[in-house]
Structure formats: C-alpha cells, structure tokens
C-alpha cells in the first residue's frame, strides 16, 4: 500500500481556480455520467459523485442543471474516455485523462504539446505499472470522531488508508472499490469536498526549483487544453 501524497498541492489548485477553464470540465464529467447513469443523482452514484465535485469548485447551480440536461442531447453522444502517457524533461511522468468527442484534435494537441517543450508520447499502457490507481475521497474529520474509529467504520468500504494533510483527511482505496468508498461515506452521513481517481507514482522523482519551473510550462499547457480532465505526473 503506497503512501498518499498532494503534489504540488498549492500551484495545482491555482490554476484550478480558474472558473473558466474549470467550470466546463466539471460539466463535461457531469453530462457524461448523466449520459451513461441517468439524470437522476438519486438513483446515479456517479453523477452525484460528480455533482459534489462540481459543488466543491462552487460551481453555480444552474450550470451544474444545464450540464445535466445536455446529456440527453445529440452534441454529447461521443464523448469517451482517453489516456495518454507521455515522458518530460527530467524523468519526468505524466498520464492525462481525456474527455473528448473528437479523437484527431485531442490526440493532435497531445502530441504538440509534447513534442513542443522536448518530450513525447509514448505507447499506450507503457507507464502504467509506474503508477497505483487509487479512489480517492477528500473531506473534513468529522466533529467528535476519533481517528482509529473512523476507520473502522470505513474499512467495509474497502479503505486501505486515511492520511492527514494540512488539517484535510484522505480516505484511500483500490480504484475498483470507488463506488464502495463513495457509499460508505453517505451511508455514515459524513460530507466529503471531493472524490475521484488518482494516480500515484511509485517512485517519485525530486526536481530543482529551475527544472520544476520548467516542467511547469508543460503541465500548465496540458492542464489548460479543453479535453484534458486530470494530469498525474511521478514529480514528488
């Protein structure tokens, strides 16, 4: 069981932050799980998982019912996921996830990017045992709740670990027990800020501050592109 890390935590939700670019990939997420769920986060663990996520950025509402209701519209029925690995400077890592409906302008992007800042793509499945796919839930302790109790509680969702970071506690469980962990939480009524997949590296790599600035224009440039959903990379 490796040990959870945050990396880059602060600079990632920096960009993050920014509502024009995030707004409409947590819409994506939400009208494909509508699509593939239903329209009803009663009944759709996933979209409701993809809600609270939504939520958690401060994503008005009625954006979040607009992206719901272009599920049942013809502009969506495409979409699919896609993963690219590719290879930085440094020995550097990354595994983008995609939400696309147009392969050849995702996979052209990709490659330029890449190819722009000295690195390149590689085969698909080429890094994936250099990486632990991991569910993922983010949330506040509960009031009253001990630590070793909480726990306990959870290990029926399959949590393998809770980790403490800046006040923030991680639950982390294998990726196949995602809905598992999700239910645990509502079933014990504890509210959690996010939830998703991860993917961590396990053997980071430790770069200067002269080479992270530099690695940093790619990761920027991924991150910013409109069919990219999620950059894991082996920096520690």
């Given at each position: 069981?490796?040990r ?12 993050w932050d920014?509502?024009?670019?995030i ?6 997420a939400?009208?494909?799980a509508?699509?593939e ?8 663990s996933?979209?409701r998982?993809?809600i ?5 950025q ?9 992206a ?11 979409i699919v996921d ?7 400077p440094y ?7 995609c939400?696309?409906d147009n392969?050849?302008?995702t996979?052209a992007?990709m490659?330029?990017?890449f190819?722009k800042w000295?690195a390149g793509?590689v085969s ?6 250099m990486f ?6 983010e949330?506040?302790?509960?009031d ?7 726990e306990?509680?959870?290990i029926?969702?399959g ?13 982390y469980?294998d ?10 939480f509502e079933?014990l009524?504890i ?9 961590i590296p ?20 991924i991150e910013?592109?409109e ?6 990379t082996n920096?520690?």
């Amino acid at each position: 069981m490796g040990r959870a890390f945050e990396y880059r935590r602060a600079a990632k939700e920096k960009r993050w932050d920014k509502m024009s670019k995030i707004f409409p990939k947590l819409g994506k997420a939400i009208t494909v799980a509508a699509k593939e769920g239903g329209e009803d986060p009663n009944i759709n663990s996933a979209l409701r998982t993809a809600i609270q996520n939504a939520k958690a950025q401060n994503m008005p509402k009625n954006n979040i019912d607009a992206a719901i209701k272009r599920a049942s519209g013809k502009d969506f029925e495409n979409i699919v996921d896609e993963l690219y690995e590719g290879k930085g400077p440094y020995g550097t890592m990354f595994m983008v996830e995609c939400m696309t409906d147009n392969h050849s302008r995702t996979v052209a992007n990709m490659k330029w990017m890449f190819n722009k800042w000295g690195a390149g793509l590689v085969s698909p499945g080429s890094m994936e045992f250099m990486f632990n796919r991991k569910a993922v839930v983010e949330f506040a302790k509960p009031d009253g709740k001990d630590i070793e109790e909480l726990e306990m509680e959870l290990i029926d969702g399959g949590l393998e670990e809770l980790v403490e970071n800046d006040g923030i506690l991680y639950a982390y469980a294998d990726y196949t027990d995602f809905g598992l962990l999700v239910k645990a939480f509502e079933d014990l009524g504890i509210e959690t800020t996010k939830a998703n997949l991860q993917r961590i590296p396990t053997s980071p790599t430790e770069l200067t501050e002269e080479q992270m600035e530099e690695v940093d224009k790619l990761l920027d440039k991924i991150e910013d592109d409109e069919d990219v959903q999620q950059v894991f990379t082996n920096i520690a």
